[in-house]
């Protein structure tokens, strides 16, 4: 073969534009990679005619091209049109009131919390908070879009942390706000924590109980006089959480009768309450109970109505009052 015609001759695959390789025998060109084969032929026409097959592929190819970018210039600019009619009418449902849009891009803003208020309720140490609405023509006036935390658990004095989330077209300003947890009732572990009014109440009590108590002896030929003052209070307080009462308090008097001889008896006194509370109301909530102590009678032929009662010695109450209250504490 010529070697001058062979390196004229353009070996570029028809098929797929990819460079063709001669074979052993230089009798043919084949593609290695669609495996397009083609003969070789020497004569000038066929050349001619190959690279008119050749240069048709690619004109072909061209205009394929050419279309494609017509097309997708086309879709382009429509996607563009259409962008640009979604954004007017967009940007002009802004400005229009009331709109979904207008509300988005301009939300009214309100407090929710005017809205709203905490209720306390429960033991302090145990409380729990409840939302209550106290609008609820207001367009966020839902309780499922607040928050509470926490809810249960609570003490007096704890704080508690309302998250307010807005409907869409609001803004909320503030989005939370904190409550300091109060109201709860609770449990008397100090005579500290009794106000005048409780006291009096527990003393206006004790002291009916006494009157009662020593009335027989008083209207009798045995006594002239009864005189009664409060001595102190002793508070107990129970050492296990799950006992049957919290806390017991003993109300102590010092009683003083006057006999008919003139001679004074001294004797005490101590009425007792249990489980002591103090609601939000502050109106103090107990057991009212008798009065404790022993009663040292007369062999004079009185009846037992008629005996003396009460501890002779101070100490003696207090003692017999701790070991009464075994598993609790002496608070006061």
Same mark, same amino acid.
């Given at each position: 073969?010529?070697?001058?015609?062979?390196?004229?001759?353009?070996?570029?695959?028809?098929?797929?534009?990819?460079?063709?390789?001669?074979?052993?025998?230089?009798?043919?060109?084949?593609?290695?990679?669609? $495996?397009?084969?083609?003969?070789?032929?020497?004569?000038?026409?066929?050349?001619?005619?190959?690279?008119?097959?050749?240069?048709?592929?690619?004109?072909?190819?061209?205009?394929?091209? !050419?279309?494609?970018?017509?097309?997708?210039?086309?879709?382009?600019? $429509?996607? =563009?049109?259409?962008?640009?009619?979604?954004?007017?009418?967009?940007?002009?449902?802004?400005?229009?009131?009331?709109?979904?849009?207008?509300?988005?891009?301009?939300?009214?803003?309100?407090?929710?919390?005017?809205?709203?208020?905490?209720?306390?309720?429960?033991?302090?140490?145990?409380?729990?908070?409840? =939302?209550?609405?106290?609008?609820?023509?207001?367009?966020?006036?839902?309780?499922?879009?607040?928050?509470?935390?926490?809810?249960?658990?609570?003490?007096?004095?704890?704080?508690?942390?309302?998250?307010?989330?807005?409907?869409?077209?609001?803004?909320?300003?503030?989005?939370?706000?904190?409550?300091?947890?109060?109201?709860?009732?609770?449990?008397?572990?100090?005579?500290?924590? =009794?106000?005048?009014?409780? !006291?009096?109440?527990?003393?206006?009590?004790?002291?009916?109980?006494?009157?009662?108590?020593?009335?027989?002896?008083?209207?009798?030929?045995?006594?002239?006089?009864?005189?009664?003052?409060?001595?102190?209070?002793?508070?107990?307080?129970?050492?296990?959480?799950?006992?049957?009462?919290?806390?017991?308090?003993?109300?102590?008097?010092?009683?003083?009768?006057?006999?008919?001889?003139?001679?004074?008896?001294?004797?005490?006194?101590?009425?007792?309450?249990?489980?002591?509370?103090?609601?939000?109301?502050?109106?103090?909530?107990? $057991?009212?109970?008798?009065?404790?102590?022993?009663?040292? $009678?007369?062999?004079?032929?009185?009846?037992?109505?008629?005996?003396?009662?009460?501890?002779?010695?101070?100490?003696?109450?207090?003692?017999?009052?701790?070991?009464?209250?075994?598993?609790?504490? !002496?608070?006061?």
């Amino acid at each position: 073969m010529d070697q001058t015609r062979i390196k004229t001759l353009s070996l570029i695959c028809p098929s797929c534009g990819g460079r063709m390789e001669l074979t052993a025998d230089e009798e043919k060109a084949v593609c290695p990679y669609c $495996g397009h084969e083609i003969l070789i032929d020497n004569d000038d026409s066929a050349q001619k005619e190959y690279e008119r097959r050749v240069a048709m592929a690619r004109a072909e190819e061209d205009i394929r091209d !050419l279309k494609s970018k017509r097309q997708g210039r086309r879709r382009l600019k $429509g996607w =563009l049109i259409a962008l640009c009619v979604i954004a007017g009418i967009t940007l002009a449902s802004v400005f229009i009131p009331s709109s979904p849009m207008h509300e988005l891009v301009f939300p009214r803003t309100a407090d929710p919390f005017t809205a709203v208020s905490l209720k306390f309720s429960g033991m302090s140490g145990k409380g729990s908070a409840e =939302l209550q609405l106290k609008d609820r023509s207001a367009e966020y006036a839902d309780e499922a879009r607040y928050e509470v935390v926490p809810e249960k658990g609570l003490s007096n004095g704890d704080t508690v942390t309302v998250k307010a989330k807005a409907p869409a077209g609001w803004r909320f300003e503030p989005a939370e706000k904190q409550f300091t947890v109060e109201g709860l009732t609770i449990w008397v572990t100090s005579t500290g924590e =009794l106000s005048e009014d409780n !006291l009096a109440a527990i003393h206006s009590n004790t002291e009916r109980l006494i009157r009662e108590d020593w009335k027989d002896i008083i209207s009798s030929s045995l006594a002239t006089d009864l005189t009664y003052t409060p001595y102190r209070m002793y508070l107990f307080i129970s050492d296990e959480d799950t006992s049957y009462e919290y806390n017991v308090l003993y109300d102590a008097y010092e009683v003083k009768v006057t006999k008919k001889d003139g001679s004074v008896y001294t004797g005490y006194e101590a009425c007792r309450y249990n489980d002591l509370k103090i609601p939000a109301d502050g109106v103090l909530t107990a $057991g009212y109970g008798s009065l404790q102590g022993f009663n040292f $009678g007369y062999t004079q032929g009185f009846s037992y109505a008629q005996s003396f009662s009460g501890w002779t010695d101070a100490a003696e109450m207090e003692a017999d009052l701790r070991h009464v209250r075994d598993g609790y504490h !002496l608070a006061d």
